[in-house]
Nanobody
Framework: QVQLEESGGGLVQAGGSLRLSCKAS??????????MGWYRRAPGKERELVAR???????EYGDGVNDRVTISRVNAENAVVLQMDNVKFEDTAVYYCNMYGRGQDGYEQDYWGQGTQVTVTS
């Protein structure tokens, strides 16, 4: 069983920067990730993609954030780091780390972190 440990978040001033980290551990041995990244759910809205790293080496960004967000993969730590600049009030949401891939048993598996609250303040 893979666990995703999220860090970062909390209160962020509008116009400032946000950094979220997610590290996979536990049953990571033999797990082949297809993609790993961050999603968010704002109050009253559907969950949406923020950014994710793909195994083929590309990155994918959600609408409305792609000019303010960078996602990086730290292979040695089985982790991804999300950097968001020029944070806006509409970025207030619960942010979730996600990792999707194939387990050692050959079956595809989808893992989620518990979520970390990000609140943008004036």
């Amino acid at each position: 069983q893979v666990q995703l440990e999220e860090s970062g978040g909390g209160l962020v001033q509008a116009g400032g920067s946000l950094r979220l980290s997610c590290k996979a551990s536990g049953g990571i041995f033999g797990f082949t990730p297809y993609h790993m990244g961050w999603y968010r759910r704002a109050p009253g809205k559907e969950r949406e993609l923020v950014a994710r790293w793909r195994a083929e080496g590309t990155t994918e960004y959600g609408d409305g954030v792609n000019d303010r967000v960078t996602i990086s993969r730290v292979n040695a730590e089985n982790a991804v780091v999300l950097q968001m600049d020029n944070v806006k009030f509409e970025d207030t949401a619960v942010y979730y780390c996600n990792m999707y891939g194939r387990g050692q048993d050959g079956y595809e598996q989808d893992y989620w972190g518990q979520g970390t609250q990000v609140t943008v303040t004036s």
